[in-house]
């Protein structure tokens, strides 16, 4: 025995017992890094799972976005609401494309004097197809009868003259 064990009652510490300790730490660590990381692969895992089928349930109903050129007549759908516009429009319009962007993003301007802002841009996703045609003889937009029904307007209604 020497006397620090006699003094202390443990064995003094010696440059060997420093590299056992630092190898048994090295090889905690590197037990515990490999468990987080099969941890951080299983989690990444379920994500993608689960993030497929999401996506798969989304677009079971979703359908691709309309394609517009510049210069095609649109509705902008209004989104901002506020009090008083339950009765109004949900889309705004006619409006003109006049930039196409990426990702089915488009610059519009207003054609006309109708309610909404001059200029602006927006998504296919909240657009449509204008469905009034431009008659070059007077500069107004007027509806296309689809459903084959007379036209009813102030003064004739639904084939009858009013008087």
């Known amino acids: 025995m020497i006397p620090f064990e006699l003094l202390t009652g443990v064995k003094m ?3 060997n017992d420093k590299n056992i300790k630092q190898l048994i730490e090295e090889e905690i660590r590197s037990q515990l890094q490999e468990g987080r990381d099969k941890i951080r692969q299983h989690a990444k895992e379920q994500i993608l799972k689960i993030q497929a089928e999401n ?5 079971l109903r979703r359908k691709e976005a309309n394609q517009y050129a510049i210069n095609d007549l649109v509705a902008v759908k209004r989104t901002q609401f506020g009090g008083g516009l339950k009765l109004k429009p949900k889309y705004l319009g006619p409006y003109q494309i006049t930039k196409v962007k990426a ?3 488009y610059d ?11 200029r602006t841009t927006t ?7 204008w469905s009034n045609f431009h008659n ?15 036209s009813c307007g102030v003064e004739q209604r639904c084939g009858v003259e009013q008087h």
């Open 136 to 150: 070059e003889d007077d500069g107004v937009f007027e509806v296309e009868n689809n459903a084959g029904w007379p």
């Open 55 to 59: 996506k798969k349930t989304y677009n």
């Open 103 to 105: 990702n089915n993003t």
């Open 123 to 129: 998504c296919a996703e909240f657009m449509k197809p």
């Open 13 to 15: 510490p010696t440059a």
């Open 108 to 118: 519009v301007k207003k054609v006309g004097v109708t309610e909404g802002p001059n």
